[in-house]
C-alpha cells in the first residue's frame, strides 16, 4: 500500500472509530439524563428504548472483579488499535476488513468509556428519578467501576411453549430479549464481517504479523 493510500485509510479507519464512540456516548448520556432506570419507551411494536445498566460483560456476566475487568478491556482494546495502525500500512487488505476491525475497536471503545468514567460522572438516583450528570454529592462509584448503559430492544415476537415440549413446555418465549446498544451493536457487525467476508484477509494479516515478530526476534538475538 503507497504512502498516500495508507494515510487515507487510516483516516477513514479513524474516522470510523470517532463516529461510533460519539453515537454511542451521545445516546448514552441521552438516556442516562432522560430515562429512570428500567423506563420503557415504545417507539414502534418491536422497537424499544429501554434503560438498563450492565456491570459486566455480553449478557451481564461478570466473571471476575470489575477493576480487573476494566483493565482488561482497556489492554484488550489498545492491542487492537495497535494491530489496526499496523494492517493500514499492510498491502493487500481490504478496506472493508479495516473497517470490520475498526468497528470492533470503536465499539470496545465505547463500553470502556462507561466502565472508567460513569461511575463518576453520574448518580444512580432509586426510580422514577433521573440520574444527574457531574452531580454535586460525587458519583455512584469511582474510577474504572462504572456500568455500561444499555438501551436498544428488539421484542420481535412472543409465544409460550405448548405444554408438551419436554422442560420447556407451558413457559413464555420472546425472541431478542436481549438489550444493547451502539457499541455492541458495531462490535457485532464487526465480528460478522470478518467471518462472512474476510477470512482471506485475517489470515493475510495474521501471517504477516507473525512473520514481522520472527523476524524481529532474529534480529534482537
Known sequence: MSGSQSKKTAWLVTAIILA???LDQALK???KTSFYMGEDLSLTSWFHLKFIENNGMAFGLQPVGKLFLTFGRIVVVGFIIWLLIRMCRMEGLRKGFLVSVALIAAGAS?????CVCYGVIFDNPFPPEIARM?????????WFEGRVVDMLYFPFFEFTWPDWVPVIGGTDYEFFA????VADAAICVGVFLLILFYSRDTGIAYTRLTRNEEKTGRNKD
Open 110 to 114: 465505547g463500553n470502556i468509556i462507561d
Open 29 to 31: 448520556i441521552w438516556v
Open 20 to 22: 461510533v464512540i460519539l
Open 134 to 142: 457531574f452531580p454535586p454529592d460525587g458519583g455512584y462509584s469511582t
Open 178 to 181: 436481549y438489550i444493547f446498544n
